[in-house]
T-cell receptor, first 115, second 115 residues
Framework: AQKVTQAQTEISVVEKEDVTLDCVYE???????LFWYKQPPSGELVFLIR??????QNEISGRYSWNFQKSTSSFNFTITASQVVDSAVYFC????????????FGSGTQLTVLP | DAGVIQSPRHEVTEMGQEVTLRCKPI?????LFWYRQTMMRGLELLIY????????DSGMPEDRFSAKMPNASFSTLKIQPSEPRDSAVYFC?????????????FGSGTQLSVL
């Protein structure tokens, strides 16, 4: 069975600081997908990124970057120069073989960015 | 384009009453998912449909829960009779392609309180 661990329950930073959200996953399958979703105070989850297990290239999108390392089974998310609008709960998720019935969400990290 | 639309946003009911949650997925999406979010259990997949056909309902907690998708633009999740432990946020999500491989688009959720 697969598992996603987000050990950081809550993180608080001051605006403009960089912050990294950790995600560690477990699976014995060689084909899998990793996701990050953001849940702002309004409630709905918003997709941020998807990675498959064959693509270890790191990605940068504006102030957001993701570091995928199969060697450590981690898929960490960094926000550079954080802003108050980044305050949200962030979920890491893993699916095996691209199957929705195998999609597992982590417990989430509550990020608070203080002005 | 409109996103996933859920109604009602909030529902307060008394134990034993029937509750019906509604969802309109994004037009053209072929997968629809019902999730439940609680503090204790996080995000749980209850059931999902592909082309209006239920594919996996193993996450439905018990027979009190039922879901239907009579057409491509409408789905319902019904709880009868409701119990206090059903109190949670219920999300509907849709995707184009399997949500274990493709990004999910979530609705704003229904906050259900069973007294």
């Amino acid at each position: 069975a697969q598992k996603v661990t987000q050990a950081q329950t809550e993180i608080s930073v001051v605006e403009k600081e960089d912050v990294t959200l950790d995600c560690v996953y477990e699976t014995r399958d060689t084909t899998y997908y990793l996701f990050w979703y953001k849940q702002p105070p309004s409630g709905e989850l918003v997709f941020l990124i998807r990675r498959n297990s064959f693509d270890e290239q790191n990605e940068i999108s504006g102030r957001y970057s993701w570091n995928f390392q199969k060697s450590t089974s981690s898929f960490n998310f960094t926000i550079t120069a954080s802003q108050v609008v980044d305050s949200a709960v962030y979920f890491c998720a893993l699916s095996v073989a691209g199957s929705a019935r195998q999609l597992t969400f982590g417990s989430g990290t509550q990020l608070t960015v203080l002005p | 384009d409109a996103g996933v639309i859920q109604s009602p946003r909030h529902e307060v009911t008394e134990m034993g009453q029937e509750v019906t949650l509604r969802c309109k997925p994004i037009s053209g999406h072929d997968y629809l998912f019902w999730y439940r979010q609680t503090m204790m259990r996080g995000l749980e997949l209850l059931i999902y449909f592909n082309n209006n056909v239920p594919i996996d309902d193993s996450g439905m907690p018990e027979d009190r829960f039922s879901a239907k998708m009579p057409n491509a633009s409408f789905s319902t999740l019904k709880i009868q009779p409701s119990e206090p432990r059903d109190s949670a946020v219920y999300f509907c999500a849709s995707s184009l392609g399997d949500g274990g491989r493709e990004k999910l688009f979530f609705g704003s959720g229904t906050q259900l309180s069973v007294l």
